[in-house]
């Protein structure tokens, strides 16, 4: 945590440390889970973020909570891309090293399971226990509660691990860079890294994001968001990323950014290629490379294999945060102007309301919602009364001005 308070993200920190404390106050309240009572669970959780799974397994032993237990699972070959996959995985692992004794009587499991599945793992157990042992993913309201905050307990654990990665890379990030730098054959070590991703949702309102990292962490006052015009009736991806490298790079953002020491593209070899036919027909030589959908693969240009990188690796995880942080800020921005549009076709169903009237409207009351329940009164100051009129009788329609 103190590399948040270390920089600019302390209040984050402190979130992630208060909600770290209350999950344990939350554990120690239910200390005794059923009292008087000799049931023996396993409660398991499954949460999944950026590639990583963590399963936590809390133990009730006696009707006690006795113990709680974290692991980690990374899809390092691609075998494992799924919640199910990591439960089923985790269940043969896990209780086939435990000792009879360590088996309970039933194991608590969320609803990812096919009931052939539930019937072939209760029939495993037996074997590996000695005893009858069932598995139960019924939604009473203890397993509930169970599930909840196992499902709390192993989100807090991907957020510790997460900063501890993190921490890894603000302390050494000179090694980490320098890995990166040559692994990748950089002509530059890769202080300033500018990360693009493109957004749509079946082809309307097309976006990018460019998200800037300065020596392992973000630069938000960096960041830049693009509407992207040229492909406005028909989703192209590698078009989209040309528009906007050639915005950013030979385009008036030049006159107040500076050249990044590393470009990285959220795309396979036809991103990058796309985008290197740019930098090349302009004549600019800078390092450019692509991430794929398999993390640890990372392209460079005019090569056919990509450059692997250790799973795991305090550089894999740099190039996944940096890719997440460009995602979620692509997103933002498309949610963003997703909304603006509905919020413009209700105003448009107005008949007589001018361009005008309507962003007079949004900035003074900033959704449609809150222009909904305005008195005639208040739209009449900010709007002629016409079309406060035109705007009070649309919306309600059984208290109409005359």
């Known amino acids: 945590m103190g590399k948040y308070a ?11 440390r208060d909600s770290w404390m209350d999950v344990q106050k939350t554990m120690e309240h239910q200390k ?14 499954v949460y999944n973020e950026s590639n ?61 399971l096919e009931q052939n599945d539930i019937e072939l793992y209760t029939n495993w157990l037996a074997s ?36 501890q990665k993190l921490t890894e890379i603000q302390r050494d990030y000179n090694e980490v860079g320098s890995y990166i730098q040559e692994k990748l054959g950089l002509t530059k070590f890769p202080y300033v890294v500018e990360c693009f991703d493109i957004s749509h949702i079946q082809g309307t309102n097309t976006v990018a994001s460019m998200v800037t990292f300065e020596n392992g962490l973000p630069k938000k006052s960096r960041y830049r968001k693009f509407k992207v015009r040229s492909t406005e009736s028909k989703p192209d991806d590698f078009k989209s990323l040309q528009e906007v490298v050639e915005r950013r790079y030979f385009g008036k953002l030049t006159e107040t950014l500076p050249m990044p020491d590393l470009i990285i593209i959220d795309g396979g070899k036809g991103q990058l290629s796309s985008v290197m036919e ?47 942080e ?35 409207l949004m900035n003074e009351f900033k959704d449609v919602k809150k222009i909904s329940q305005a008195s005639y009164e208040q739209l009449c100051e900010k709007i002629p009364k016409r079309s406060a009129k035109a705007v009070y009788n649309f919306f309600n329609p059984n208290v109409q001005i005359v």
Not at 79 to 93: A, G, Q
Not at 327 to 345: M, N, V
């Open 326 to 360: 460009a995602h979620r800020f692509a997103i933002t921005y498309h949610r963003k102007l997703r909304g603006k549009k509905a919020t413009e076709s209700v105003l448009d169903e107005i008949k007589g309301l001018s361009k005008t009237s309507k962003e007079a």
């Open 52 to 112: 990583l799974f963590v399963v936590s397994l809390l133990q009730i032993r006696q009707g006690r909570l006795t113990d709680k237990k974290d692991f980690q699972f990374s899809n390092t070959e691609g075998n494992l891309s799924s919640e199910y996959e990591v439960l089923t995985t985790f269940l043969k692992e896990y209780y086939t090293m435990a000792s009879e004794s360590e088996i309970p009587n039933t194991i608590v499991l969320p609803r990812l």
């Open 32 to 45: 005794v889970v059923f009292e008087n009572t000799n049931i023996n669970q396993d409660i398991i959780a």
């Open 128 to 163: 590996v226990a000695g005893k009858k042992v069932k598995i139960s993913d019924a939604p009473t309201k203890r397993n509930i509660e169970l599930l909840n905050l196992a499902q709390k307990n192993a989100k807090f654990f991907f957020e510790k691990v997460k900063l």
């Open 278 to 324: 740019i930098f090349e027909s302009k004549g600019l030589e800078v390092d450019v490379v692509s991430l794929a959908k398999r993390l640890e693969e990372v392209f460079k240009p005019h090569k056919s294999e990509p450059v692997i990188f250790p799973i795991n690796s305090p550089a894999l995880y740099f190039f996944q945060r940096i890719r997440d």
């Open 6 to 16: 270390a920089k600019e993200d302390f209040e984050k920190a402190a979130r992630y």
